[in-house]
């Protein structure tokens, strides 16, 4: 038996550096075996108690075991951040607060973590376009009963849609050296095996049809920089980071000839096919930028079959 005493006694033999290759070990081992502990869903959920506020990064990281790098590094492969998910939190209980209680701006803003009330009143603007007295007032109808927050954030997210789809019909087009830089920073910000194959990706799709034009699309908080796509008479394929693997979907690709087998995901759509590519595994160049071409061709000949007026006929590009 050992003394309960000598527990409490540093080793002499310890060694600070094969304690951190240790500790790395152990997290890769449990990051294998429990990956679906970092969903961004089950940090959202834990960081939603502990007290005003909520919990902090570090908080939530030790109740999972792991790093607070680790768990930042978790939630970027899963596209997000722990400050996103926050907001997200943040802005669904400042509707439900401001809807269902008397608490004053102040009393919501301290209950939401923040030290500033005024702080508070910007981010209100930002989520909802308005300061938090107009927004309580909106919450009000009928006969003076509040609406239910889950009703108003759907109503909001609908106002919100409607706002953005009027503004991109006037809206400018970015110049596509903008977009390329859209597209340029979403690659590096994942970092890895990741960013390498969408990078490889990104330049077969270019080689095979020059005339492309790419942009990052689908921006919102849990994924801000958006996703790529890239375009010819329609979307061609978008390229999706996720923690295991990088998706290619192509839009039209059931429509597709693959004699090389290269789609391997979204089989039993009507419509879509993708292709999966996880670390270490390589992309038969070739196929794939024929598989390009071949969804050019067919965006083409959608284009030109919805065209009024115009008919295919044998020999043109809608044949």
Not at 51 to 56: I, K, L, P
Not at 162 to 170: F, L, V
Request: hydrophobic letters at 40%.
């Amino acid at each position: 038996m050992i003394p309960a005493v000598w527990l409490a006694q540093p080793s002499p033999f310890a060694d600070a550096a094969v304690y951190q290759v240790a500790v790395r070990t152990l997290e890769a081992q449990a990051e294998r075996l429990t990956g679906h502990r970092y969903t961004p869903a089950l940090v959202e959920e834990l960081m939603t108690y502990g007290g005003q506020g909520g919990r902090s990064l570090e908080e939530v990281a030790r109740r999972l075991a792991v790093s607070s790098r680790t768990l930042i590094r978790r939630l970027r492969e899963a596209g997000t951040t722990y400050r996103a998910l926050r907001d997200v939190r943040r802005r669904q209980r400042a509707l439900a607060l401001l809807s269902d209680t008397a608490l004053t701006a102040a009393e919501v803003a301290y209950r939401l973590g923040y030290e500033d009330a005024s702080n508070f009143g910007k981010a209100c603007h930002r989520w909802f376009g308005c300061s938090p007295g107009a927004l309580r007032a909106r919450t009000r109808a009928g006969r003076g009963r509040p609406v239910a927050a889950a009703a108003l954030v759907s109503r909001l997210d609908r106002e919100q849609v409607g706002a953005m789809a009027r503004a991109a019909k006037t809206a400018v087009k970015p110049a596509s050296g903008d977009a390329a830089r859209l597209v340029d920073a979403r690659i590096r910000s994942l970092g890895g095996w990741r960013a390498a194959t969408l990078a490889t990706v990104r330049r077969l799709i270019h080689e095979a049809d020059p005339d492309v034009v790419e942009a990052c699309k689908w921006a919102k908080p849990s994924n801000p920089q958006g996703v790529p796509v890239w375009s010819h008479d329609g979307i061609v394929c978008t390229g999706e980071a996720y923690a295991q693997v990088v998706k290619l979907t192509f839009a039209r690709g059931a429509s597709l000839d693959d004699p090389r087998g290269l789609f391997n995901a979204g089989l039993e759509g009507g419509t879509r096919r993708a292709i999966d590519i996880r670390e270490g595994e390589s992309l038969d160049a070739t196929a794939f930028k024929r598989l390009v071409r071949a969804a050019v061709a067919e965006n083409g000949r959608v284009r030109v079959a919805k065209t009024p007026g115009r008919r295919c006929t044998p020999g043109t590009r809608g044949d």
